[in-house]
């Protein structure tokens, strides 16, 4: 039953992202807002890491078991299995409406305001560079949960398959089945602006087009939009020693350009606890 509760949520599926969660809601704390973050405990992420979590002070819910569609190749369980625990948030319907970001995401300004938007309004991130990506990024979306959404979306999987074969692969993610369930959203009034999940590779260009800025002191006289979320997207993360060493070896070679190198920078702070990461950045 749908209970008019209102909140921000991420997911966890396995403890190498519990650092990423804890700084997210670090994050969210120092961008004034005063609503919770919720976190969603993944089946297989284990009764330690929701332990943990609460020790950090942040509330969870415990998803049930990862929906496992027939016919999947069983070599592909563990894939499938991670895949599928996003879907899972579509169906809670204890909420009323959802903002949902990735755990590997940075808040840097209040975004309260999302919640007065519809379900399903995303970003097509990295639309400003590469034009062609006009599909939603599953990272931040606004979410009303359904009762047996998340079955119906998970059915269109073959169609999603069907797509990716296309460009030879065999694997698909949420973000594949969503944006199969929601064929119309590249056309639908549900863009939110890209500041709102501005991928950590293209911030230096995004701010080189003179259209956004990071400086939330500028924004308001300025025809530059606020970026308001960091989402350090590929494998190697900020928080991981692999993703601190790849940062220092870009470094070495000239290849960290300088928004990426302050954000990061804002991020390490945040995971060291510091209350003026924004400000000191």
Not at 78 to 96: A, E, V
Not at 141 to 152: A, D, F, S
Request: charge should be neutral; glycine fraction near 8%.
């Amino acid at each position: 039953m749908n209970v008019g509760v209102e909140t921000y949520i991420t997911l966890i599926s396995t403890p190498d992202y519990l650092p990423g969660v804890i700084a997210l809601d670090r994050s969210l704390r120092a961008s004034g807002t005063e609503r919770p973050l919720v976190v969603a405990v993944a089946d297989g992420a284990g009764a330690e890491v929701e332990s943990d979590l609460k020790r950090e002070g942040l509330e969870t819910v415990r998803l049930p078991k990862a929906i496992r569609p027939r016919g999947l190749d069983q070599s592909d369980a563990h894939h499938w299995s991670n895949t599928f625990d996003k879907l899972h948030l579509f169906g809670l319907t204890r909420y009323r409406k959802l903002v949902y970001l990735d755990s590997d995401m940075m808040v840097l300004s209040r975004i309260d305001e999302l919640f007065d938007w519809p379900h399903m309004s995303a970003v097509a991130a990295g639309q400003l560079v590469y034009p062609d990506w006009v599909r939603l990024n599953s990272g931040l979306m606004v979410i009303e949960p359904r009762e047996g959404l998340p079955e119906e979306i998970v059915a269109t999987l073959p169609a999603a398959m069907r797509e990716a074969s296309v460009d030879g692969s065999r694997i698909v993610g949420d973000q594949d089945l969503i944006n199969a369930y929601y064929p119309e959203w590249p056309a639908s009034r549900l863009q939110l602006d890209q500041g709102y999940n501005m991928l950590h590779p293209l911030v230096d260009q995004y701010i080189a087009s003179g259209r956004y800025t990071l400086d939330a002191q500028a924004h308001p006289s300025g025809r530059a939009r606020l970026i308001k979320v960091i989402h350090f997207i590929g494998s190697a993360k900020p928080w991981s020693l692999r993703g601190m060493l790849r940062h220092a070896m870009a470094r070495c070679r000239g290849e960290v350009l300088p928004m990426q190198r302050r954000t990061f920078q804002m991020y390490r702070q945040l995971l060291r606890g510091s209350a003026g990461a924004f400000a000191a950045a």
